[in-house]
């Protein structure tokens, strides 16, 4: 275990599968921490917060040698920032809005090591085709969108509701995988793609 250099503070499956991906080792521990947005927070810094104090947390918790990984994800549409769902009127509500109309998907990541941290912002823009009142009940009576925010999956059924998509995927799913592994890369952290190249 000691020579793991990176921690990821996620219970997140995606995220988790995203980083694989890229064939780093780490060890997972998710962080636990207050969400709640602050009154008159804007979705961008409310993201670049949730990630930060995400890493700080876990980071507290294991030696200042190793690399914390953190991200958080949103789904923003217009001025309001469209969480996981907290029902099923609330999730219906989402896919309503969300019902061929375009929204940005924001994750903020932030790596934290040997008492600093580094950030990045990701924006991807996402256009839902026009969705009627029996093909959201039908996508709600499935497992997918309850853990998710914006109340859909791009990676699964949900992504059949995509007409087109602007920027990063892998952002969309969780983790912007570009972005990340220049992070990674910058730390001195083992990629596969690094391996690769020895």
Not at 40 to 54: F, H, I, N, S, T
Not at 60 to 88: E, I
Not at 177 to 195: N, V
Request: a negative charge.
């Amino acid at each position: 275990m000691d020579d793991i250099q990176l921690i990821l503070a996620s219970a997140s499956p995606r995220r988790r599968e995203l980083l694989e991906q890229l064939g780093v080792d780490y060890l997972c521990d998710p962080a636990a921490i207050d969400e709640s947005a602050v009154a008159g927070e804007k979705p961008e810094d409310y993201v670049r917060r949730m990630a930060r104090e995400k890493a700080a947390a876990v980071a507290a918790r294991h030696p200042s040698s190793r690399w914390v990984l953190a991200a958080d994800t949103t789904v923003v549409l217009g001025d309001d920032v469209l969480g996981k769902p907290r029902d099923h009127f609330d999730g219906l509500g989402m896919l309503a809005r969300l019902s061929g109309r375009s929204h940005s998907v924001l994750t903020a990541i932030c790596l934290h090591g040997a008492g600093e941290a580094q950030g990045e912002l990701v924006e991807t823009r996402v256009e839902f085709v026009p969705l009627s009142r029996e093909v959201c009940e039908a996508y709600l009576a499935t497992d997918e969108p309850w853990d998710k925010a914006g109340c859909y999956a791009i990676q699964g059924l949900g992504g059949a509701f995509v007409r087109s998509i602007q920027g990063s995927y892998s952002n969309v799913v969780g983790l912007p995988l570009s972005e990340t592994w220049q992070l990674l890369r910058a730390a001195g952290i083992t990629t596969a793609l690094e391996q690769a190249g020895e």
